[in-house]
């Protein structure tokens, strides 16, 4: 290898020792002698039609593995199109490396082609940005940037490598630094005792688990202190899974746009215990809108502040130790009344509902329905943002942790396609369904291709109404009329075809779930076109609207 590839292969061996497997991304004139050193390495480079594709494909990896997926792209364009799925990375608290060309130190402090202030532009949405100065400082800013990314709360870090700085030559001796990992502390037990001392005059809690509670891998912890204590749980939709909805404690997930059935829950209780919540998952004004619940917040990290979550006790630590710490502290059994066994009973029936209903288009009730059947229990479901998501997230079951992913934080419109590649990549025993509407798969439809040539198999339903439905949705709701939201489709099936996919069209109702059981189980990419009448939003709302509690 020349002496010019040196420093890039210091890149290379960094990102080994910190355990990386992929690097999604498009090279570009600037950072060509780091692509070259990939060729030697066992890291997967991942060509990508869209940088854009890129970070969200690393996002995904982040999100379902832990470990910080990276994504690479030139200057100038090239990184300014990752911002995006970087963006959405640090708003859904997802570990990201996004490592990109700059032009030179010779020429970056003056007006020069393509020269952009890069650092300053993915500062405001990043934990940690930065500009390599030169190539010995390379290995103590690779670790920087995957111990920041990875450290709780997670999210997305850049670094800028100048093009000269990725050629230089280098010492014979420099190395990557060694791999340290940050392990969460114990709760105090001053704190559980008063998280302890709340809860012994507690007439109704509610325990609320999100997305930190998923990221700890406290799912195990969650369930035992729920049936200790006898205490309900509902997620976030950023949450979901991290407590079985087939438990008899299960609420459901909140977070729609209306108040939905788990909301009942809320309204009655009197102590709300977060685990694991971030509050940019779900406004608090929804489930608190009195200010009048004492919170019990445990996390990694103190609460956000905000005037409807007044914390009254926050547990910082390990969050499956707070958990048994504070069930071991708490000398009573709270008697779970009505209102979560009828919550549970009516998205239930919902779904029951959904299976019987032969409409054509299909109800979105029939679509939840017959992908849920389709699947199985450790099987991963992408729902893109829109009016899919509403229907995926508030009914999709969901058992295991990471099994339905939603962008909840920034709310993403294109990140299921690319994310179904990288959830494959990251479980490639289990099968993948990226669920999406017409207007977020035409964002990155480009990665068909990606995953066709990579052989990266996965299903993606696309959910036809020939509009934004979601906007179509709210406009409606608001002002009773609609505007501007509808488009025209290309023939998916033959688009799907022109890639290398495989595409199918539903014409009939009965014909969604043979159809997703065989393309499910092909070692293929495929795109299945099913229609779907939207009618039933402002059913679903007008019906929420009509609801009165106390259930």
Do not use: C
């Amino acid at each position: 290898m020349s002496a010019q590839a040196v420093a890039a292969r210091l890149i290379v061996q960094a990102l080994e020792a910190e355990g990386v497997e992929y690097v999604f991304g498009i090279p570009g004139e600037e950072n060509i002698h780091f692509v070259d050193a990939l060729r030697d390495s066992p890291i997967r480079y991942i060509l990508v039609r869209h940088e854009q594709g890129a970070a969200f494909m690393a996002e995904i990896y982040g999100r379902l593995t832990g470990k910080a997926g990276v994504a690479s792209a030139t200057l100038g364009p090239g990184a300014i199109n990752l911002q995006l799925g970087v963006a959405d990375a640090t708003t859904n608290s997802t570990p990201v490396v996004a490592i990109t060309a700059q032009v030179g130190l010779d020429r970056i402090y003056k007006e020069s082609h393509q020269v952009v202030d890069l650092v300053s532009l993915f500062r405001p949405i990043t934990k940690w940005s930065e500009l390599a100065p030169s190539a010995q400082a390379l290995p103590e800013l690779i670790r920087k940037a995957f111990k920041t990314a990875q450290t709780e709360r997670p999210g997305a870090v850049y670094l800028a490598i100048p093009e000269d700085v990725e050629s230089a030559p280098l010492p014979a001796d420099l190395r990557p630094l060694p791999v340290n990992v940050v392990r969460p502390q114990d709760p105090s037990s001053a704190q559980i005792a008063r998280a302890a001392d709340v809860l012994a005059t507690a007439r109704r809690p509610i325990v609320l688990a999100g997305h930190g509670a998923t990221r700890a891998g406290a799912s195990g912890a969650l369930v035992r202190f729920s049936d200790r204590l006898g205490l309900p749980v509902a997620t976030t939709f950023n949450g979901k899974g991290v407590f079985p909805d087939d438990h008899r404690h299960a609420l459901g997930a909140v977070g729609f746009m209306r108040h939905d059935y788990v909301n009942f829950g809320f309204d009655e209780a009197d102590v709300l215990i977060t685990v694991g919540y971030e509050l940019q998952e779900f406004d608090p004004v929804k489930i608190n809108p009195l200010r009048d619940k004492k919170i019990i917040h445990i996390h990694r990290f103190p609460a956000e502040v905000d005037d409807h979550y007044p914390v009254a006790v926050g547990v910082q630590g390990d969050i499956s130790r707070s958990l048994h710490a504070l069930g071991d502290a708490v000398h009573r059994r709270f008697s779970l009344n009505g209102t979560g066994e009828r919550i549970r009973r009516m998205l239930s029936e919902e779904l029951e509902q959904g299976r019987s209903e032969n409409g054509f288009p299909l109800s979105p009730r029939r679509v939840v329905a017959d992908i849920r059947q389709a699947m199985g229990r450790e099987d991963i479901v992408l729902a893109d943002t829109g009016a899919v998501k509403m229907w995926m997230a508030r009914m999709y079951p969901t058992y295991e942790p990471n099994t339905m992913l939603v962008s909840n934080g920034l709310s993403s419109m294109g990140f299921a396609v690319p994310g179904a590649l990288a959830a494959k990549l990251a479980f490639p025993r289990r099968r993948v369904l990226a669920a999406t509407g017409d207007g977020a798969f035409l964002m990155n439809a480009q990665e068909l291709e990606t995953a066709v040539r990579e052989k990266v198999p996965f299903v993606v339903l696309v959910w036809v109404d020939g509009a934004y439905g979601l906007i179509e949705w709210k406009m409606n709701l608001e002002l009773g009329r609609d505007s501007h939201v509808a488009f025209g489709n290309p023939d998916f099936v033959k688009l799907a075809e022109s890639f290398g996919a495989r595409g199918y069209q539903i014409t009939a109702a009965d014909d969604l779930l043979p159809t997703l059981r065989k393309a499910l189980s092909d070692d293929a990419v495929s795109v299945i076109a099913v229609p779907v009448d939207y009618s039933h939003n402002l059913d679903l709302t007008n019906k929420l609207g009509e609801l009165t509690g106390p259930f």
